[in-house]
């Protein structure tokens, strides 16, 4: 979810460096995945993956501190982002990593929110702001998904981490239902004053 009515508006450049790197991002998802499924490479696996998604505020802070939202990256950053959880979910998923359940739990409300809000808005051309639950839920389930992928394979100080992982998961995945009902509402004002 993006701005509504004071968002940045976009220009029509495509060659910038947030669309780059929202690019970069998108390349990297195969790397991520078959060095997480392949056995002796979890751990660069899982650093990758983490870095790809921890990056997910870069490519839109650059392109607003430089002048450089483009309407390519106001499309191509949210995808980078949803299509590096879901392929980095799957592929840990498949290595026994992590529970196919709260992969689930996280993937069910991704799809939830894009079926009902990127369909409605999309029609009239409207955005919803994003709002701190949804940030905070996003940011808590972006530390605990590596961390708990990490725990679960035995890697380095994996006890601890495994611990910290499941406690930003708890708050993460009702922060990020929370967001989701928030959501919902403001799409129901946005279109009513549409």
Known sequence: MRG????????????????????????????FCWLIVHRGTEAAGIVTFAGVVATDWVDGYIARRTGRVSELGKVL?????????????????????????????IIARDLAVLAVGAILLARRRLRIDVRLVGK???????????????????????????VAGWSFFAVG??????????????????????
């Open 4 to 31: 509504t009515g004071g968002s940045t508006p976009g220009s029509s450049a495509i060659l910038t460096v947030p669309n780059a790197l929202s690019s970069l991002r998108i390349l990297l998802i195969p790397v």
């Open 77 to 105: 950053d949210p995808v980078a982002d949803r299509l590096a959880i879901a392929a980095g979910l799957a592929a840990l998923v498949v290595r026994g990593a992590f529970p196919f359940w709260a992969a689930v739990s």
């Open 136 to 162: 905070v839920a996003t940011f808590s389930l972006m530390v605990a998904v590596p961390w708990i992928a990490w725990g679960n394979l035995k890697l380095p100080l994996g006890r601890p981490i495994l």
């Open 173 to 194: 995945i009702v922060a990020y239902y929370v967001a989701a009902a928030v959501y919902v509402v403001d799409i129901r004002r946005a279109l009513a004053r549409s």
